[in-house]
């Protein structure tokens, strides 16, 4: 059997392609039925709780009060019959292990009565606290077996839901989860506490600024999630998807994204109808999802909800890569959230708009139309540039990991340098704020003494839009640009609420000592201390293009750091500031920290060596055998050539011998470094020096296996070429 049967049974199966689903009808029942009809939301709270209960969960969502013991019996039981009118048979605690992925753990409801029958039950306790073991997780040697418990906790602001499937329903409901010291083994923990952290800070400096009664300040986050669909036969055909997420081998197709055709293009008709799907079961879950569109590289996609409060959103976030994958398997299509899946095609990215600030006080990044409000948005917004500037290595170590090396500083996604692109408007205030000096009485100066009184409303759209950058204004929030596409959220969020709360501090001390509580002195102060900020960090705020190699040479002589991969940036998140800034807004303790270190150097390695074992593995049992199969029949051909008399131009045959033996050098060499590695599960020894050798020994080998295959691709006879091409899995569907 020839190599390829496989390849050509999959495209086969795509052109014969039938929907599994039966269609929806929102005729009949409308997206707002069906909005949070799976939650069990403040409406749903209301109804069911007693009026106290109600109230008192309230203020902790509200307010960030701790919750009152108390109500949990009370909340869980009406959460339980909730639950069970939907169908649900369990409850599970879902938590957010390091790995970035969503982990879950299911009980039944049901427990023996005494009487050989059975009752449904849920306590206060089992919804509080659940001990799921989980001790396999990686926990950066903060979990020794000899301590080895780890318990989840209820996150009441988070809200709790139905999660369906064909024969059941689950009531899942969000969780921390941390060990039996109390230290955070998670992603929402320091989540949380940077919250607060955020909120305590904000207040101060909304304070100065003459507000009473603030409510709490929190952050808000919007994902734009870009994906791949590809048809699922492809998917199983290729061993590196399946293993990797990503293709390790493939040549460029002959046409790929050049004609921008699919850019925002018409949605074909079976993805429009997964689409329709996801969004429908997301909306059931009550993630408010709002645009789709064809992104730039083929068959890539973009789903983006309105932003929520952060914590929430980066639940949502978690729901929504695992409904992406869900629903779209049952239209025979692969989900890739990876964020390099096809080489020499656009990568995906998760672009994280951000933003602060509550109902009363409205969003805190909104420049605004009076020059009071104005003032008040220049310190904040000058808090952003100072926190982005003083942890730029920070901010590009929490999107360092395998899958963004390949995207970050390629010319299609932001450059491993983290700087600000604000805008023609807001860069040429900034600019005026740096001269007008107390000794100018230009008009300059007195534009900018109150506040910005003269100058015209701040625009609310940044007009000028700038793709460039990995950080940037849009309007009324930042937008990160460089947080990969299968990342959870909470890493880059924790890093912004945390940088930012130590700049409120800064902000909110430094006026404080200067106003001496006058409010009157409030302006001049502002102003003094925005000018400070801006001549010492406004180096980080960048307008032009970021792929350019000027800005390269010049970002170097302004001192902005250039980490271009995981081993170089990883390091910045133990940086003795950072340690103790994590420490000192109570987010993360000194071995929280550096266990997260150790952590994502080893899921790097773990990463690298699957890689570059399937690398192996598909080259010596997939490929070579199909180049040798190709190398025989046209050996055997110029023998029957020669036999018969004729000429037999045997220049492919040298050629394809000579790439079949370096095949096999190559693959050797990798074959050693890969027994050398062995085999890593978790604990790794030395994480970050296993990864400075995967980086730079195994990599460099895989690459050359690839740079083979790949040339091989394109002189193996079509028929004999095992794996799907990029042609096939991009373009047919
Ligand atoms: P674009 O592709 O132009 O960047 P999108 O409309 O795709 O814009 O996405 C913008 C995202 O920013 C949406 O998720 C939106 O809800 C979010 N957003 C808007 N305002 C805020 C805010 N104050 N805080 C956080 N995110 C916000
Ligand atoms: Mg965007």
Redesign the pocket.
Same mark, same amino acid.
């Given at each position: 059997m020839s190599g390829s049967t496989a390849r050509f049974q999959a495209i086969q199966a795509v052109t014969k392609y039938q929907a599994l689903s039966e269609p929806l009808n929102f005729a009949a029942t409308t997206m707002a039925e069906v909005f949070g009809s799976n939650v069990f939301s403040t409406k749903v709270m209301k109804d069911r709780l007693p009026k106290s209960v109600f109230k008192s969960v309230m203020k902790t969502i509200e307010s960030g009060e701790p919750l009152d013991p108390a109500v949990a019996d009370t909340v869980a039981a009406a959460m339980k019959d909730w639950a069970i009118e939907k169908g649900a048979t369990h409850y599970a605690h879902v938590f957010y292990p390091l790995t970035g992925l969503t982990a879950e753990k299911h009980d039944s409801f049901l427990a023996p009565d005494g009487l050989g029958g059975a009752v449904n039950e849920f306590s206060g306790s089992a919804l509080t606290q659940g001990e799921p073991d989980a001790s396999s997780f990686p926990s950066g040697g903060i979990r020794a077996t000899f301590e080895a418990r780890g318990y989840t906790a209820w996150d009441v602001t988070s809200p709790a839901y139905i999660l369906e499937n064909l024969n059941g329903t689950t009531l899942v409901i969000p969780t921390a989860f941390f060990s039996w010291t109390g230290e955070a083994l998670d992603k929402k923990t320091p989540l949380l506490r940077s919250m607060k952290a955020l909120n305590t800070q904000a207040q101060r400096v909304l304070k100065l600024f003459g507000h009473k009664n603030i409510p709490l300040v929190t952050a808000?986050? /919007? !994902? #734009?999630q870009e994906y791949f669909l590809i048809d699922r036969n492809f998917f199983f055909a290729r061993p590196d998807l399946i293993n990797a997420g990503r293709t390790l081998f493939g040549a460029m197709p002959p046409k790929g994204q050049e004609f921008c055709d699919q850019y925002f293009g018409a949605i074909p008709d079976r993805v429009l109808a997964c689409m329709l799907e996801t969004e429908r079961e997301l909306f059931k879950l009550g993630v408010p999802v709002? @645009?789709r569109h064809n992104e730039v590289a083929p068959s890539q996609y #973009?789903i983006? !909800?309105?932003?929520e409060n952060a914590n929430v959103a980066a639940d949502h976030q978690q729901l929504l890569m695992l409904t992406l994958k869900k629903v779209a398997a049952k239209y025979g299509l692969e989900c890739l959230l990876h964020e390099k899946p096809f080489a020499g095609v656009n990568g995906s990215g998760k672009?994280l708009?951000?933003?602060l /600030?509550n109902a009363v006080q409205g &969003?805190l990044?909104d420049p605004g139309k009076t020059p009071h409000e104005n003032m008040q948005f220049l310190v904040f917004c000058a808090a952003v540039i100072r926190a982005v500037h003083k942890h730029s290595a920070l901010l590009r170590a929490v999107v360092a990991h395998a899958g963004n090396d390949h995207r970050l500083g390629a010319n299609e996604a932001p450059p491993a340098i983290i700087s600000i692109f604000l805008g023609e408007q807001l860069a040429d205030v900034f600019e005026q704020i740096k001269k007008s000096g107390s000794a100018s009485s230009s008009k300059q100066a007195g534009l900018m003494n109150v506040g910005v009184d003269t100058l015209p409303p701040l625009p609310k759209d940044a007009g000028d839009r700038n793709r460039t950058s990995p950080f940037a204004f @849009?309007g &009324?929030?930042f #937008?990160f640009r460089a947080v990969g596409s299968s990342q959870s959220l909470s890493g880059p969020l924790v890093a912004l609420n945390t940088i930012m709360t130590e700049s409120l501090d800064y902000i909110a001390t430094e006026l404080e000592k200067s106003t001496g509580g006058d409010p009157a002195k409030l302006a001049s102060s502002v102003q003094t201390l925005l000018k400070s900020i801006i001549n010492e960090h406004g180096s980080v705020v960048f307008n032009g293009d970021g792929y350019s190699e000027e800005w390269h040479a010049e970002a170097k002589k302004r001192g902005l750091p250039n980490n271009k991969q995981t081993i170089d940036a990883l390091p910045a998140i133990t940086d003795p500031a950072v340690v103790s800034m994590m420490e000192k807004y109570k987010v993360l303790t000194p071995r929280e920290v550096a266990s997260r270190e150790e952590i994502y150097f080893e899921q790097y390695v773990l990463t690298l060596n699957v890689e570059a074992r399937i690398t192996h593995e598909i080259a010596k049992t997939i490929i070579y055998p199909a180049a040798v199969r190709y190398q025989s029949e046209l050996a055997a051909a110029s023998a029957n050539c020669k036999a018969a008399g004729v000429d037999f131009d045997a220049a492919l045959l040298i050629k394809l011998s000579g790439l079949i033996k370096t095949l096999n050098e190559k693959t050797a060499a990798l074959e050693h470094l890969n027994e050398e590695g062995g085999h890593g599960g978790h604990g790794v020894s030395n994480p970050k020096k296993a990864a400075e050798r995967c980086a730079l020994k195994v990599k460099p080998a895989m690459d050359a296996v690839r740079a083979v295959v790949d040339e091989l691709e394109t002189i193996v006879a079509d028929d004999h070429w095992p794996l799907p091409t990029y042609q096939e899995m991009l373009f047919i569907k």
């Amino acid at each position: 059997m020839s190599g390829s049967t496989a390849r050509f049974q999959a495209i086969q199966a795509v052109t014969k392609y039938q929907a599994l689903s039966e269609p929806l009808n929102f005729a009949a029942t409308t997206m707002a039925e069906v909005f949070g009809s799976n939650v069990f939301s403040t409406k749903v709270m209301k109804d069911r709780l007693p009026k106290s209960v109600f109230k008192s969960v309230m203020k902790t969502i509200e307010s960030g009060e701790p919750l009152d013991p108390a109500v949990a019996d009370t909340v869980a039981a009406a959460m339980k019959d909730w639950a069970i009118e939907k169908g649900a048979t369990h409850y599970a605690h879902v938590f957010y292990p390091l790995t970035g992925l969503t982990a879950e753990k299911h009980d039944s409801f049901l427990a023996p009565d005494g009487l050989g029958g059975a009752v449904n039950e849920f306590s206060g306790s089992a919804l509080t606290q659940g001990e799921p073991d989980a001790s396999s997780f990686p926990s950066g040697g903060i979990r020794a077996t000899f301590e080895a418990r780890g318990y989840t906790a209820w996150d009441v602001t988070s809200p709790a839901y139905i999660l369906e499937n064909l024969n059941g329903t689950t009531l899942v409901i969000p969780t921390a989860f941390f060990s039996w010291t109390g230290e955070a083994l998670d992603k929402k923990t320091p989540l949380l506490r940077s919250m607060k952290a955020l909120n305590t800070q904000a207040q101060r400096v909304l304070k100065l600024f003459g507000h009473k009664n603030i409510p709490l300040v929190t952050a808000s986050a /919007g !994902p #734009e999630q870009e994906y791949f669909l590809i048809d699922r036969n492809f998917f199983f055909a290729r061993p590196d998807l399946i293993n990797a997420g990503r293709t390790l081998f493939g040549a460029m197709p002959p046409k790929g994204q050049e004609f921008c055709d699919q850019y925002f293009g018409a949605i074909p008709d079976r993805v429009l109808a997964c689409m329709l799907e996801t969004e429908r079961e997301l909306f059931k879950l009550g993630v408010p999802v709002k @645009t789709r569109h064809n992104e730039v590289a083929p068959s890539q996609y #973009e789903i983006a !909800p309105i932003y929520e409060n952060a914590n929430v959103a980066a639940d949502h976030q978690q729901l929504l890569m695992l409904t992406l994958k869900k629903v779209a398997a049952k239209y025979g299509l692969e989900c890739l959230l990876h964020e390099k899946p096809f080489a020499g095609v656009n990568g995906s990215g998760k672009h994280l708009n951000w933003s602060l /600030g509550n109902a009363v006080q409205g &969003n805190l990044l909104d420049p605004g139309k009076t020059p009071h409000e104005n003032m008040q948005f220049l310190v904040f917004c000058a808090a952003v540039i100072r926190a982005v500037h003083k942890h730029s290595a920070l901010l590009r170590a929490v999107v360092a990991h395998a899958g963004n090396d390949h995207r970050l500083g390629a010319n299609e996604a932001p450059p491993a340098i983290i700087s600000i692109f604000l805008g023609e408007q807001l860069a040429d205030v900034f600019e005026q704020i740096k001269k007008s000096g107390s000794a100018s009485s230009s008009k300059q100066a007195g534009l900018m003494n109150v506040g910005v009184d003269t100058l015209p409303p701040l625009p609310k759209d940044a007009g000028d839009r700038n793709r460039t950058s990995p950080f940037a204004f @849009t309007g &009324n929030k930042f #937008e990160f640009r460089a947080v990969g596409s299968s990342q959870s959220l909470s890493g880059p969020l924790v890093a912004l609420n945390t940088i930012m709360t130590e700049s409120l501090d800064y902000i909110a001390t430094e006026l404080e000592k200067s106003t001496g509580g006058d409010p009157a002195k409030l302006a001049s102060s502002v102003q003094t201390l925005l000018k400070s900020i801006i001549n010492e960090h406004g180096s980080v705020v960048f307008n032009g293009d970021g792929y350019s190699e000027e800005w390269h040479a010049e970002a170097k002589k302004r001192g902005l750091p250039n980490n271009k991969q995981t081993i170089d940036a990883l390091p910045a998140i133990t940086d003795p500031a950072v340690v103790s800034m994590m420490e000192k807004y109570k987010v993360l303790t000194p071995r929280e920290v550096a266990s997260r270190e150790e952590i994502y150097f080893e899921q790097y390695v773990l990463t690298l060596n699957v890689e570059a074992r399937i690398t192996h593995e598909i080259a010596k049992t997939i490929i070579y055998p199909a180049a040798v199969r190709y190398q025989s029949e046209l050996a055997a051909a110029s023998a029957n050539c020669k036999a018969a008399g004729v000429d037999f131009d045997a220049a492919l045959l040298i050629k394809l011998s000579g790439l079949i033996k370096t095949l096999n050098e190559k693959t050797a060499a990798l074959e050693h470094l890969n027994e050398e590695g062995g085999h890593g599960g978790h604990g790794v020894s030395n994480p970050k020096k296993a990864a400075e050798r995967c980086a730079l020994k195994v990599k460099p080998a895989m690459d050359a296996v690839r740079a083979v295959v790949d040339e091989l691709e394109t002189i193996v006879a079509d028929d004999h070429w095992p794996l799907p091409t990029y042609q096939e899995m991009l373009f047919i569907k």
